[in-house]
């Protein structure tokens, strides 16, 4: 689960607040669950600020929100800003989605992703085996494999999948 958070600092406080919100940002790498997050500065004074966390799950996140330590965090946020946090949640899904342009009211069935998932993996394990494999011949499979992995998912995760959702749209929307 991805909670992206909007919240401008009181005017002359933005150094504070930055300061406090890494902090928070840092407390919360300990939470059950924590996956990445980051803080992207406002681009102009005035702006708001924008957390990006990741968990591995709701429960993981709602874990978080109602702990001790963010409460206490929360409080000393309110020091340096009068206004009110917004949040928007998503799930892994919905990223996928909303960063290829394609906009989905409900999620697809698993198999109609798994078969989307598919047809990416399918050529781009076969392009890589294909020509890699020849090279790597000489080294133990499982360090061939790893090899392999380390290309193929940066490849799809990057380069293969976006494209295959804009342009399975349809088929997903079913």
């Known amino acids: 689960m991805t909670r992206i958070v909007h919240r401008r600092a009181n005017a002359g406080c933005e150094q504070q607040y930055e300061e406090l919100a890494r902090g928070m940002l840092e407390a919360s790498s300990r939470a059950k669950g924590y996956l990445f997050s980051t803080l992207i500065p406002p681009r102009i004074e005035g702006e708001e600020f924008h957390f990006v966390q990741v968990f591995a799950s709701q429960a993981d996140l709602d874990a978080w929100g109602r702990s001790n330590v963010a409460h206490e965090w929360h409080e000393r946020l309110k020091d340096v800003s009068d206004h009110p946090p917004e949040y928007r949640i998503f799930n892994t899904t919905d990223l996928w ?8 009211p409900k999620q697809p069935a ?14 781009t394990a076969s392009f890589y085996v294909y020509f890699l494999f020849p090279w790597l ?4 499979f499982l360090l061939k494999m790893f090899i392999a992995t380390v290309l193929i998912v940066p490849t799809m995760y990057f380069g293969v999948l976006p494209y295959l959702l804009r342009w399975m749209g349809w088929f997903l929307r079913r």
């Open 137 to 140: 011949a000489d080294i133990p």
């Open 110 to 123: 698993r198999w109609r992703m798994a078969f989307v998932i598919w047809m990416g993996i399918f050529p």
């Open 97 to 104: 989605f909303s960063t290829s342009g394609l906009t989905m």
